[in-house]
């Protein structure tokens, strides 16, 4: 059975630093590509970074751009996505998803597994 399971999320002072994890189990990251996306309430789910099976080459939104940063161990089957200097704005529900293939895709749609997700909370 496929699952994804994330941790690491919690509150956090502006400025501050989080980092989250994604366990998968009942697959390999040599097949999918995973997403970091996040949900702000009253908000559409946002892709925040992806890194690819094949290369492992990553991908960011840019409202991140420059303060997250997304690793794949592939030892321990989980990917991590690195925060830091965090911005109240980046307060949201985080979920990671896999896509089989090489490649990162840009839309929730194209996902086929989900994890539950963790909540970040950016406030002083």
């Known amino acids: 059975q496929l699952q994804l399971v994330e941790s690491g999320g919690g509150s956090v002072q502006p400025g501050g630093s989080l980092r989250l994890s994604c366990a998968v189990s009942?697959?390999?990251?040599?097949?999918?590509?995973i997403t970091w996306f996040r949900q702000a309430p009253g908000k559409e789910r946002e892709g925040v970074s992806c890194?690819?099976?094949?290369?492992?080459?990553?991908v960011y939104g840019d409202s991140v751009k420059g303060r997250f940063t997304i690793s794949r161990d592939n030892a321990k089957n989980s990917v991590n996505l690195q925060m830091n200097s965090l911005k109240p704005e980046d307060t949201a529900v985080y979920y990671c998803?896999?896509?089989?293939?090489?490649?990162?895709?840009?839309?929730?749609?194209?996902?086929?597994?989900w994890g539950q997700g963790t909540q970040v909370t950016v406030s002083s």
């Open positions: 009942g697959f390999t990251l040599d097949y999918y590509a």
């Open positions: 890194i690819s099976s094949s290369d492992g080459s990553t």
């Open positions: 998803a896999a896509v089989s293939g090489a490649m990162c895709v840009p839309g929730p749609d194209d996902y086929d597994y």
